[in-house]
């Protein structure tokens, strides 16, 4: 079974700091790992995704997102927050290996809030 | 990436009716899901809508439940029946990507029942 964790129900940052919004999963097989943002009324939208490569991955908006195989983590980071970043922010994993049909677990979501 | 629209984008219902959504996408696409996202929650996977064939159900969601249709492979339903206030929920449409690697989701059904 495939799993993610976000450990922080809410993130507080102020404007212009580096943000960081964390996550942690667990899958049998190699995983894929994606960050979803959803604002207020709005569907998911994708932000980035790591598949191989690179622990680094960049994605929209400036955010980018590293992979650490031996922590098992996703943490998003973006080194300059935006007001217009505070969002609900969400993690998931599909494993790769398995290929669970294409099923994504989703984490359980971080509200990211970023004030003046 | 894939355009998707729902309908309705939102709606107040009695207990006991059935709601239908729609979803609606630009592309041809393989791979279609419904997922449900209750207030404050993630979001939960109620099932892979399979063109020509009866959807495949994640456990603890049944057919008689939520009756899901896929005609084509732009086009699917889902109906939530029999409705209760345990079933206000935003019902999201997704659909996998051409690289098979990206899962992009409609603007979601915000369903509140009475």
């Known amino acids: 079974a495939q799993s993610v964790a976000q450990p922080e129900d809410q993130v507080n940052v102020a404007e212009g700091n580096p943000l960081t919004v964390k996550c942690t999963y667990s899958?049998?097989?190699?995983?894929?790992l994606f960050w979803y943002v959803q604002y207020p009324n709005r569907g998911l939208q994708f932000l980035l995704k790591y598949i191989t490569g690179d622990n680094l991955v960049k994605g929209s908006y400036g955010f980018e997102a590293e992979f650490n195989k031996s922590q098992t983590s996703f943490h998003l980071k973006k080194p300059s927050a935006l007001v217009s970043d505070s969002a609900l922010y969400f993690c998931a994993v599909r494993d790769g290996v398995t290929g669970g049909g294409n099923k994504l677990t989703f984490g359980t979501g971080t509200q990211l809030k970023v004030e003046l | 990436s894939a355009v998707i629209s729902q309908k309705p984008s939102r709606d107040i219902c009695q207990r006991g009716t059935s709601l239908t959504i729609q979803c609606q996408v630009d592309s041809q696409v393989t791979m279609m899901f419904w997922y449900r996202q209750q207030p404050g929650q993630s979001l939960t996977l109620i099932a892979t809508a399979n063109q020509g064939s009866e959807a495949t159900y994640e456990s603890g969601f049944v057919i008689d439940k939520f009756p899901i249709s896929r005609p084509n492979l732009t086009f699917s339903t889902l109906t939530v029946s029999n409705m209760s206030p345990e079933d206000s929920s935003i019902y999201l449409c997704s659909v996998v990507g051409r690289s098979y690697n990206e899962q992009f989701f409609g603007p979601g059904t915000r369903l509140t029942v009475l």
């Open positions: 899958v049998s097989g190699n995983p894929y």
